[in-house]
């Protein structure tokens, strides 16, 4: 299916947005975090979210992810962000259980745990329904 490309998917839109979000996130992150440990357990805080060199990378590979969906399509960014959006979701779980602990690598904390579920949700929605709502939208005729 051919695409105009003037008009973008919500799902593209969003791996745009969020992946340029993520990217600068993880290049910022390297800014603060000269000195700590790669997989250091307590990194230093951007705003309030914890961050280690290790989170750095993560940021900027979701980043690359999102966008290389969103290049890629409605149907590959709708498949990227539901993967993404699933692997937050088990980061956001199981960061509840590892703040704290030697298997923190990627020096979690609990504004971490509640961005991440927030990422979760919404990328999961957008590309779980974000592609039925723009083909219901189109097959509307006013």
């Known amino acids: 299916m051919k695409q105009d490309s003037k008009q973008l998917s919500l799902n593209q839109q969003f791996g745009y947005v969020f992946g340029a979000i993520y990217a600068v ?7 603060i975090t000269p000195g700590v440990g ?3 357990t307590h990194g230093k805080d951007l705003i309030f979210f914890g961050l280690n060199p290790f989170h750095n990378l993560i940021h900027i590979a979701v980043g690359v992810l999102f966008i290389v969906g969103a290049v890629g399509g409605a ?3 709708s498949v990227i962000n539901v993967l993404i959006g699933a692997v937050y979701l088990v980061v956001a779980i199981l960061g509840l259980f590892i703040i704290g602990t030697s298997f923190n690598i990627i020096a979690l904390n609990s504004a971490d745990n509640v961005l991440h579920f927030v990422s979760a949700v919404a990328a999961l929605g ?4 974000g592609r039925k709502s723009v083909n219901a939208l189109k097959s509307v005729s006013i």
């Open 25 to 31: 996130v993880g290049v910022v992150g390297f800014a």
């Open 38 to 40: 790669f997989f250091s």
């Open 75 to 77: 149907k590959l960014s």
């Open 126 to 129: 957008v590309g779980l329904f």
